[in-house]
């Protein structure tokens, strides 16, 4: 069987969906335009905030 997932990160996960489509759609725009100074900040910003949100939602944070 597969493994079972721990109630907490499945909250995680939920909470964390607009993060994972704006990482999402970013990918997105990188693949069809290439890869510019700007684009490459706005990624490296994204997937800081993404990793620093992922490491306080168990502490009860709001997503923002």
Known sequence: ??????EINISVWRES????N???QLARKI???GLDAR???EAR???AHFRR???TLDKGNNMQ
């Open 45 to 47: 910003d994204l997937a």
């Open 31 to 33: 693949a069809a335009e």
């Open 1 to 6: 069987p597969p493994p079972i997932i721990p």
């Open 17 to 20: 969906a607009n993060l994972q």
């Open 39 to 41: 684009t490459l900040k």
């Open 22 to 24: 704006n990482l999402n």
């Open 53 to 55: 949100r992922l490491l």
